[in-house]
């Protein structure tokens, strides 16, 4: 049989109010040992959603029943309080749970949110979006299995593309031959100048990278020096930028327009096979000699005019997050966070249900205790 443990929900220190949570099969037979009501008794089972106003020892709290097996009791705030309540508990065989502060952690990570959208998706689960939406998932794991799996696959599904650039940006990988206008490309999405742009083909020796955002997510916009067989100098630079490549989570594949001589990634270099990229065809301000419909679903640009520029922005913000999460929705939104429910996701389409509320239960303890 598994273990009831109390926690302590609220920050710690001296607040009006504290939320102390008892969770696990002995949990109401517990509450009902200590806790005495000021009306009638309580039932013989806890009954969800509702509220009971008593006394735990000589302190006023309100009981409120969250699920089955998870119980708050909201007491008064003072460091004592709360320590006698926790201890009345341990005294009758629950475990005490301390789990890390992600509170901190979350405020951390909304001070360095390069973004407002990002500081807003923070902020949004600061305010419980997240914990909301783990207690709603976690009373449908009872109910209705089948559609909490679906809700878990679009909260892991916000974990692993949106919960993890919201401080760290998205790497976009910015290669090509030489010569073709990539570093001027990377000056005109970021709007100024910052990679070196030369006529001389192979002048960008390092990965150079300038950070920005498009439609609100922050980006990584990485230079680097033309892809071909070189030797000597360049050599570097290539090894470079391939592992650039390998890290990264979109490529721009930039090709000269006006040239008859294009390049293919695969041609070159390999790109991991889970690599999106998109293409460019650069320069169209100079004359072509062949249409643009020659190169299906190649973006056409000219980073001298900036013709077209904004859409590659689009277009990149897109690949990256096609399905943004709305406003006040759930994201995991720390490490721990995005793999437990990575876990909890994987147990439910494997239909193991309890493991999947086990896995689900670890992220709210973590969660809440600090927020
Ligand atoms: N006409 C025209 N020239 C461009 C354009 N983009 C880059 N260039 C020129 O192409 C040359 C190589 O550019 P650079 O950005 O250094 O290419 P990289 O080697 O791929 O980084 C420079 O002379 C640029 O001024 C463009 O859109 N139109
Ligand atoms: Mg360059």
């Known amino acids: 049989?598994?273990?009831?443990?109390?926690?302590?929900?609220?920050?710690?220190?001296?607040?009006?109010?504290?939320?102390?949570?008892?969770?696990?099969?002995?949990?109401?037979?517990?509450?009902?040992?200590?806790?005495?009501?000021?009306g009638k008794p309580l039932p013989e089972s806890p009954e969800v959603n509702r509220f009971w106003f008593g006394t735990l020892g000589s302190?006023?709290?309100?009981?409120?029943?969250?699920?089955?097996?998870?119980i708050e009791v909201h007491c008064h705030g003072g460091r004592r309080v709360v320590r006698w309540v926790m201890d009345q508990f341990l005294a009758n065989g629950c475990i005490e749970e301390r789990t890390p502060r992600p509170l901190d952690e979350g405020f951390e990570l909304l001070q360095r949110a390069p973004t407002l959208r990002t500081a807003s998706i923070i902020l949004d689960q600061l305010n419980g979006a997240f914990a909301n939406e783990v207690r709603r998932i976690l009373a449908l794991l009872d109910t209705d299995p089948h559609t909490a799996a679906q809700a878990l696959h679009t909260l892991a599904y916000f974990g692993n593309t949106v919960g993890r650039h919201l401080v760290e940006p998205w790497k976009v990988v910015v290669a090509g031959p030489p010569n073709v206008g990539k570093s001027s490309l990377i000056n005109a999405l970021a709007g100024y100048q910052r990679s070196v742009v030369s006529e001389v083909a192979g002048t960008t020796r390092d990965a150079v990278s300038v950070r920005t955002a498009f439609d609100g997510w922050p980006i990584e916009l990485i230079?680097?020096?033309?892809?071909?067989?070189?030797?000597?100098?360049?050599?570097?630079?290539?090894?470079?930028?391939?592992?650039?490549?390998?890290?990264?989570?979109?490529?721009?594949?930039?090709?000269?327009?006006?040239?008859?001589?294009?390049?293919f990634p695969d041609e070159t270099i390999?790109?991991?096979?889970?690599?999106g990229w998109v293409l460019v065809m650069n320069k169209t301000d100079r004359s072509l000699d062949w249409l643009p419909n020659d190169i299906p679903g190649a973006i056409h640009l000219s980073a001298t005019t900036g013709e077209n520029v904004p859409h590659l922005a689009e277009w990149i913000a897109y690949r990256l997050v096609s399905n943004p999460p709305d406003l006040g929705s759930a994201v995991p939104f720390a490490p721990p966070l995005i793999e437990v429910v990575n876990s909890a996701f994987l147990s439910a389409s494997?239909?193991?249900?309890?493991?999947?509320?086990?896995?689900?239960?670890?992220?709210?303890?973590?969660?809440?205790?600090?927020?």
């Open 1 to 38: 049989m598994s273990d009831t443990v109390v926690s302590l929900l609220t920050a710690p220190g001296t607040g009006a109010i504290a939320t102390v949570e008892v969770h696990g099969p002995r949990a109401w037979e517990l509450v009902r040992q200590l806790f005495k009501p000021a």
């Open 59 to 70: 302190d006023e709290v309100i009981l409120a029943v969250m699920l089955n097996d998870t």
């Open 223 to 263: 230079d680097t020096a033309g892809l071909r067989d070189a030797e000597g100098l360049e050599a570097e630079g290539i090894a470079r930028a391939e592992r650039e490549l390998a890290e990264a989570d979109l490529v721009v594949w930039v090709l000269d327009a006006s040239s008859r001589d294009l390049i």
């Open 270 to 275: 390999h790109l991991p096979r889970s690599t």
């Open 350 to 371: 494997r239909s193991e249900w309890d493991r999947a509320k086990q896995h689900l239960r670890t992220t709210l303890a973590c969660e809440e205790t600090a927020v």
